[in-house]
T-cell receptor
Framework: DTEVTQTPKHLVMGMTNKKSLKCEQH?????MYWYKQKAKKPPELMFV???????INESVPSRFSPECPNSSLLNLHLHALQPEDSALYLC???????????????FGPGTRLTVL | DAKTTQPTSMDCAEGRAANLPCNHS???????VYWYRQIHSQGPQYIIH???NNETNEMASLIITEDRKSSTLILPHATLRDTAVYYC???????????????FGQGTILTVHP
Protein backbone atom coordinates (compact mmCIF):
# COMPACT_ATOMS: atom_id res chain seq x y z
CA ASP A 1 0.00 0.00 0.00
CA THR A 2 1.53 3.30 -1.11
CA GLU A 3 -1.34 5.58 -0.16
CA VAL A 4 -1.01 9.09 1.14
CA THR A 5 -4.30 10.75 2.00
CA GLN A 6 -5.01 14.46 2.14
CA THR A 7 -7.98 16.38 3.49
CA PRO A 8 -9.83 18.39 2.49
CA LYS A 9 -9.85 17.91 -1.29
CA HIS A 10 -10.90 21.50 -1.84
CA LEU A 11 -10.71 24.53 0.43
CA VAL A 12 -11.90 28.09 -0.07
CA MET A 13 -10.82 30.65 2.51
CA GLY A 14 -10.73 34.37 3.03
CA MET A 15 -7.56 36.31 3.72
CA THR A 16 -8.38 36.63 7.41
CA ASN A 17 -9.26 32.98 7.99
CA LYS A 18 -7.22 30.32 9.73
CA LYS A 19 -7.40 26.85 8.25
CA SER A 20 -5.37 23.65 8.25
CA LEU A 21 -4.50 21.03 5.66
CA LYS A 22 -4.03 17.47 6.80
CA CYS A 23 -1.90 14.64 5.41
CA GLU A 24 -1.72 11.06 6.62
CA GLN A 25 0.28 7.96 5.69
CA HIS A 26 0.45 4.50 7.24
CA UNK A 27 3.44 3.13 5.36
CA UNK A 28 5.86 3.58 8.25
CA UNK A 29 7.64 6.36 6.38
CA UNK A 30 9.75 8.70 8.51
CA UNK A 31 10.04 11.61 6.07
CA MET A 32 7.11 13.79 5.03
CA TYR A 33 6.93 16.72 2.63
CA TRP A 34 4.77 19.66 1.62
CA TYR A 35 4.86 20.90 -1.98
CA LYS A 36 3.02 23.78 -3.62
CA GLN A 37 1.93 23.68 -7.26
CA LYS A 38 0.61 26.71 -9.09
CA ALA A 39 -1.44 26.24 -12.24
CA LYS A 40 0.57 24.94 -15.21
CA LYS A 41 3.77 24.87 -13.14
CA PRO A 42 5.71 21.98 -11.61
CA PRO A 43 5.48 21.23 -7.88
CA GLU A 44 7.83 23.20 -5.64
CA LEU A 45 9.14 21.94 -2.33
CA MET A 46 8.07 23.88 0.77
CA PHE A 47 8.97 21.82 3.83
CA VAL A 48 10.56 18.50 4.73
CA UNK A 49 10.15 16.66 8.01
CA UNK A 50 12.43 13.83 9.02
CA UNK A 51 11.63 11.79 12.12
CA UNK A 52 9.03 14.41 13.08
CA UNK A 53 11.58 17.24 13.04
CA UNK A 54 11.63 20.04 10.49
CA UNK A 55 14.60 19.35 8.25
CA ILE A 56 14.15 21.71 5.31
CA ASN A 57 12.23 25.00 5.03
CA GLU A 58 12.52 26.45 1.54
CA SER A 59 12.19 30.06 2.77
CA VAL A 60 8.42 29.73 2.98
CA PRO A 61 6.54 32.78 4.41
CA SER A 62 5.50 32.43 8.04
CA ARG A 63 1.81 32.51 7.10
CA PHE A 64 2.40 28.82 6.31
CA SER A 65 3.13 26.85 9.47
CA PRO A 66 3.87 23.11 9.24
CA GLU A 67 3.40 20.66 12.06
CA CYS A 68 4.23 16.97 12.40
CA PRO A 69 2.41 15.67 15.50
CA ASN A 70 3.51 12.09 14.93
CA SER A 71 5.19 9.95 12.31
CA SER A 72 1.95 9.36 10.39
CA LEU A 73 0.52 12.86 10.33
CA LEU A 74 1.55 16.12 8.75
CA ASN A 75 -0.40 19.35 9.00
CA LEU A 76 -0.05 22.69 7.26
CA HIS A 77 -1.60 25.58 9.18
CA LEU A 78 -2.66 28.55 7.09
CA HIS A 79 -3.20 32.09 8.36
CA ALA A 80 -3.57 35.44 6.66
CA LEU A 81 -3.00 34.01 3.19
CA GLN A 82 -3.00 36.07 0.01
CA PRO A 83 -4.88 35.33 -3.21
CA GLU A 84 -1.55 34.44 -4.86
CA ASP A 85 -1.27 31.54 -2.40
CA SER A 86 -4.08 29.80 -4.27
CA ALA A 87 -2.60 26.53 -5.53
CA LEU A 88 -2.63 22.75 -5.26
CA TYR A 89 -0.90 21.72 -2.04
CA LEU A 90 0.67 18.29 -2.23
CA CYS A 91 1.87 16.08 0.57
CA UNK A 92 4.38 13.27 0.08
CA UNK A 93 6.13 10.72 2.24
CA UNK A 94 9.17 8.48 1.95
CA UNK A 95 11.48 6.32 3.97
CA UNK A 96 14.25 8.41 5.50
CA UNK A 97 17.14 9.09 3.18
CA UNK A 98 19.87 7.01 4.72
CA UNK A 99 23.07 7.77 2.92
CA UNK A 100 23.37 5.87 -0.31
CA UNK A 101 19.81 4.58 -0.20
CA UNK A 102 17.37 6.22 -2.61
CA UNK A 103 14.07 7.11 -0.99
CA UNK A 104 11.04 7.17 -3.25
CA UNK A 105 8.50 9.86 -2.46
CA UNK A 106 4.85 8.93 -2.72
CA PHE A 107 2.37 11.75 -3.20
CA GLY A 108 -1.16 12.32 -2.05
CA PRO A 109 -3.89 13.67 -4.35
CA GLY A 110 -3.49 17.22 -3.07
CA THR A 111 -5.72 19.93 -1.62
CA ARG A 112 -6.93 22.57 -4.06
CA LEU A 113 -6.80 25.85 -2.13
CA THR A 114 -8.51 29.03 -3.23
CA VAL A 115 -7.89 32.25 -1.29
CA LEU A 116 -10.45 34.99 -1.84
CA ASP B 1 20.84 18.51 -8.14
CA ALA B 2 21.71 18.28 -11.83
CA LYS B 3 19.44 20.09 -14.26
CA THR B 4 17.38 18.11 -16.75
CA THR B 5 16.15 18.97 -20.23
CA GLN B 6 13.00 17.41 -21.66
CA PRO B 7 10.93 18.12 -24.78
CA THR B 8 7.92 20.27 -23.99
CA SER B 9 5.43 17.89 -25.55
CA MET B 10 5.15 14.58 -27.39
CA ASP B 11 2.40 12.61 -29.08
CA CYS B 12 1.96 8.85 -29.22
CA ALA B 13 -0.60 6.54 -30.79
CA GLU B 14 -2.47 4.22 -28.48
CA GLY B 15 -0.89 0.77 -28.35
CA ARG B 16 2.50 2.00 -29.53
CA ALA B 17 5.58 2.49 -27.41
CA ALA B 18 6.13 5.94 -25.98
CA ASN B 19 9.80 6.91 -25.69
CA LEU B 20 10.40 9.98 -23.54
CA PRO B 21 13.94 11.39 -23.62
CA CYS B 22 15.74 13.31 -20.90
CA ASN B 23 19.12 15.01 -20.98
CA HIS B 24 21.11 15.36 -17.75
CA SER B 25 24.61 16.11 -18.96
CA UNK B 26 25.83 17.47 -15.59
CA UNK B 27 24.77 14.44 -13.56
CA UNK B 28 27.13 13.43 -10.76
CA UNK B 29 28.15 9.99 -9.65
CA UNK B 30 25.91 10.07 -6.57
CA UNK B 31 22.78 11.20 -8.41
CA UNK B 32 19.91 8.96 -9.44
CA VAL B 33 17.48 9.47 -12.32
CA TYR B 34 13.84 9.43 -11.23
CA TRP B 35 10.70 9.56 -13.34
CA TYR B 36 7.32 10.72 -12.10
CA ARG B 37 4.15 11.52 -13.96
CA GLN B 38 1.21 13.72 -13.11
CA ILE B 39 -2.19 13.15 -14.59
CA HIS B 40 -4.30 16.29 -14.70
CA SER B 41 -5.11 17.67 -11.21
CA GLN B 42 -3.77 14.59 -9.43
CA GLY B 43 -0.66 14.12 -7.30
CA PRO B 44 2.57 13.04 -9.01
CA GLN B 45 2.92 9.29 -9.40
CA TYR B 46 6.27 7.54 -9.05
CA ILE B 47 7.20 5.50 -12.13
CA ILE B 48 10.78 4.26 -11.91
CA HIS B 49 14.32 5.24 -10.95
CA UNK B 50 17.85 4.12 -11.73
CA UNK B 51 21.52 4.88 -11.18
CA UNK B 52 23.41 3.47 -14.16
CA ASN B 53 21.83 0.17 -15.12
CA ASN B 54 18.69 -0.16 -17.18
CA GLU B 55 15.63 -0.77 -15.06
CA THR B 56 12.20 -2.28 -15.75
CA ASN B 57 9.07 -2.55 -13.66
CA GLU B 58 5.40 -3.17 -14.33
CA MET B 59 4.88 0.38 -15.53
CA ALA B 60 7.88 1.22 -17.67
CA SER B 61 11.51 0.71 -18.63
CA LEU B 62 14.34 3.15 -17.99
CA ILE B 63 17.31 3.17 -20.33
CA ILE B 64 20.35 5.15 -19.12
CA THR B 65 23.24 5.78 -21.49
CA GLU B 66 26.66 4.50 -20.54
CA ASP B 67 27.99 7.99 -19.82
CA ARG B 68 24.78 8.66 -17.82
CA LYS B 69 24.25 11.99 -19.56
CA SER B 70 20.84 11.06 -20.88
CA SER B 71 18.05 8.57 -20.35
CA THR B 72 14.83 7.40 -21.96
CA LEU B 73 11.62 6.35 -20.29
CA ILE B 74 9.75 3.74 -22.31
CA LEU B 75 6.06 3.00 -21.90
CA PRO B 76 5.82 -0.20 -23.97
CA HIS B 77 2.13 -0.06 -24.93
CA ALA B 78 0.73 3.41 -24.33
CA THR B 79 -2.94 3.80 -23.45
CA LEU B 80 -5.15 6.87 -23.25
CA ARG B 81 -4.71 6.79 -19.46
CA ASP B 82 -0.99 7.41 -19.92
CA THR B 83 -1.72 10.97 -21.07
CA ALA B 84 0.08 13.06 -18.44
CA VAL B 85 3.03 15.34 -17.69
CA TYR B 86 6.17 13.24 -17.31
CA TYR B 87 8.93 14.58 -15.10
CA CYS B 88 12.55 13.46 -15.29
CA UNK B 89 14.34 14.33 -12.06
CA UNK B 90 17.96 13.89 -11.12
CA UNK B 91 18.57 13.90 -7.42
CA UNK B 92 21.32 13.23 -4.99
CA UNK B 93 20.71 10.49 -2.48
CA UNK B 94 23.96 10.63 -0.54
CA UNK B 95 25.06 13.82 1.17
CA UNK B 96 24.91 17.43 0.08
CA UNK B 97 22.58 20.24 1.01
CA UNK B 98 19.92 19.02 -1.40
CA UNK B 99 19.67 15.70 0.45
CA UNK B 100 16.04 14.59 0.44
CA UNK B 101 14.90 17.17 -2.10
CA UNK B 102 12.94 16.40 -5.25
CA UNK B 103 13.23 19.29 -7.72
CA PHE B 104 10.75 19.14 -10.60
CA GLY B 105 11.49 20.67 -14.01
CA GLN B 106 8.85 21.59 -16.58
CA GLY B 107 8.38 18.02 -17.76
CA THR B 108 7.04 16.59 -21.03
CA ILE B 109 3.35 16.65 -21.82
CA LEU B 110 2.62 13.25 -23.36
CA THR B 111 -0.63 12.99 -25.28
CA VAL B 112 -1.74 9.51 -26.31
CA HIS B 113 -4.13 9.52 -29.28
CA PRO B 114 -6.70 6.83 -30.16
Amino acid sequence: DTEVTQTPKHLVMGMTNKKSLKCEQHMGHRAMYWYKQKAKKPPELMFVYSYEKLSINESVPSRFSPECPNSSLLNLHLHALQPEDSALYLCASSQDWREGSPDTQYFGPGTRLTVL
Amino acid sequence: DAKTTQPTSMDCAEGRAANLPCNHSTISGNEYVYWYRQIHSQGPQYIIHGLKNNETNEMASLIITEDRKSSTLILPHATLRDTAVYYCIVRVVAGGTSYGKLTFGQGTILTVHP
